[in-house]
């Protein structure tokens, strides 16, 4: 048996987001199609987590466990070439039969992008939420580096799903303005379910003026998702990284 | 009567191009429709130039007369709420009665993008053409310079196109690198049906050393289009800008 790490792309705007589900098609299923042609036998692919419908990746990461021969680093070329153009495989390699994408992840990046213009836009609508409001940027930049730290996270949480703890610690949170595009950029060691799309929510609202940028740490510390912002659309969302301790 | 001036933005992925035709849509006719049904009368709406199947555009200009009294900075609000959203109108403003989108242009600015890498892309997928061979991008960059000047283009024409003369002013003509992406972009007084992706695929050929940079100017000057590169795909092609004399 081998062990083999994929690094995968994908446009999301076209599944029912990564996870398996009976009625709609998803990226995992299109993998697990291609992975069981191509090795004979049935293949289960463990993501480092789910992402929402419509929600894209530039760097998921999943593993699955195989007896077939081929060689570790065929597996992307060989994918590429079954998978539709909208999944991409920008790696493949073999790893320690201990690694688990899921539980052996370390750390994930999200990327959050916003187009605020008047009009919006035809090119990559795909992957910017349009806001046409002026927003302030400024205010923006400072809430955003409020989110850093370790901190409960229970109001940034869609209602009603069943964690553990909901405390969280976040390495790097920023806003980048680059003309009329915004991009939220967070890095932390786990992401509660909507975490991402409800913190990029309170930031627009905090663009807006719903909200100052120093009741931030007021708005954590009530843990309630009454507090919060809404949850910004799937979109303007990526995945950009998941980290592991080993360089894998 | 009143003549209004749109500068449009769209993907090119979904429409047989910009215009008019029998049996598909286009840009042109999604137009039209909307424009008839916002002003109550039929409307002819001129483009600067057509664009191909699946070819894209960020400043499309177009003008159309009118004898609606609704004012001319409503259209592009108006426009957006009726077209789907691979459409977007980016202004609309009245201009002189003699002014027509096609005959008015005095030049137009094109920029073709390539994603180099070995896999390919799932984000962007419609925006960039993908080359998986090793380039040499400082070839390509001093051929792209080459097309500067007034030239006769008859090679780089789509064969069976007719025109009165091939003779082109190229103002500016580049390549730059940004990490796996490559953008080339072409401005000048006009360019001949399949011109700029006929350059791009000529300076592909150029970065994969089936032509060396050196023989471009012998390749313009033998004026047939069998000594030039293939014709680069339409996804990698935008239409930029559209110039025209006074600042309208």
């Not at 409020?146 to 969280?168: L, N, Q």
């Not at 931030?216 to 998941?242: H, M, Q, S």
Request: charged share 20%.
């Amino acid at each position: 048996m081998r062990n083999i790490k994929l690094t995968i792309e994908y446009d999301g705007s076209s599944y029912a987001g990564w996870q398996r589900q009976k009625n709609a098609m998803t990226v995992q299923q299109k993998l697990e199609e291609s992975l069981e042609k191509l090795c004979g036998e049935p293949v289960n692919v463990i993501g480092s987590g789910r992402t929402d419908s419509g929600v894209h990746a530039r760097g998921q990461v999943s593993n699955f466990k195989t007896s077939s021969t081929i060689p570790p680093e065929r597996y992307s070329y060989a994918l590429n070439s079954m998978l539709p153009s909208d999944i991409r495989i920008n790696c493949s390699k073999e790893v320690p039969m201990d690694f688990h994408a899921r539980f052996s992840a370390t750390g994930k990046k999200y990327r959050y992008s916003i187009i605020n213009n008047t009009h919006g836009t035809a090119i990559d609508r795909q992957y910017l939420h349009h806001v046409s409001s002026p927003l302030d940027i400024q205010a923006m930049k400072e809430a955003a580096k409020i989110f850093e730290g370790t901190h409960d996270y229970a109001g940034f949480m869609a209602t009603g799903s069943p964690v553990k703890s909901t405390v969280r610690t976040i390495y790097e949170s920023k806003l980048i303005q680059d003309g009329s595009l915004l991009h939220f950029t967070v890095t932390g060691n786990g992401f509660l379910y909507n975490m991402v799309r409800i913190m990029a929510g309170t930031l627009i609202d905090v663009g807006k003026g719903k909200i100052s940028a120093n009741v931030i740490p007021d708005i954590i510390a009530y843990r309630k998702r009454e507090k919060v912002g809404a949850t910004a659309p799937a979109n303007g969302l990526f995945l950009e990284e998941v980290y592991y301790d080993e360089l894998l």
